[in-house]
T-cell receptor
């Protein structure tokens, strides 16, 4: 597999459910991201991980819980979500080189989440 | 002020037309500029990436950066119905300022009519 892969592609969950989104990057990058994309809104950065360490939490509600066990894998654990959390959740990766941020970012296909 | 501004469109053109998509950005520290294409219900796909000012061409696509006016453009020649998608611009800097921050425009929806 190449690039950034996300599973599942589609998820429907109730407000009391617990589910997880999974992301794996095959690009050898060391920074990974979660973005949220809602209808007719720009991309919203949620979390950033550099070398497995979380470096950014963009005031995301605690019902979203990220996990980054290594530089290639990223999870987003979901619990007690609200209908307004329905959106496309995008994982992305980039390369940090010699302490400087990457100059491009690559996205997965996204996970379409519907909260009912 | 937003870091990147982009006209959301929609932009509708006939097949074969030249398309011009544009963004403006606010901070002269940005050095790297990207264009993404996003089809409906899919993730953004990196189309073009440029560094600093100037033009970069790839097939029917040309990316242009004018740092003096903080203006970036994507031109599509001989547009095809398969080019119908939302196009997002993005900017970043590699320094310590805004480390690992990529700023995206809101996207311009393009429709190429057969």
């Amino acid at each position: 597999e190449t690039g950034v892969t996300q599973t599942p592609r589609h998820l429907v969950m109730g407000m009391t459910n617990k589910k997880s989104l999974k992301c794996e990057q095959h690009l050898g990058h060391n920074a990974m991201y979660w973005y949220k994309q809602s209808a007719k809104k720009p991309l919203e950065l949620m979390f950033v991980y550099n070398f497995k360490e979380q470096t950014e939490n963009n005031s995301v509600p605690s019902r979203f819980s990220p996990e980054c066990p290594n530089s290639s894998h990223l999870f987003l654990h979901l619990h007690t979500l609200q209908p307004e959390d329905s959106a496309l959740y995008l994982c992305a990766s980039s390369q940090v080189f010699r302490g400087k941020a990457g100059n491009t970012i690559y996205f997965g296909e996204g996970s379409w989440l519907t909260v009912v | 002020q937003k870091e990147v501004e982009q006209d959301p469109g929609p932009l509708s053109v006939p097949e074969g037309a030249i398309v011009s998509l544009n963004c403006t950005y606010s901070n002269s520290a940005f050095q790297y500029f990207m264009w993404y294409r996003q089809y409906s219900r899919k993730g953004p796909e990196l189309l073009m990436y440029t560094y600093s000012s100037g033009n970069k061409e790839d097939g029917r696509f040309t990316a242009q950066v004018d740092k003096s006016s903080k203006y970036i453009s994507l031109f599509i020649r001989d547009s095809q119905p398969s080019d119908s998608a939302t196009y997002l611009c993005a900017v970043t800097s590699r320094g310590e300022y805004n480390f690992n921050k990529f700023y995206f425009g809101s996207g311009t929806k393009l429709n190429v009519k057969p």
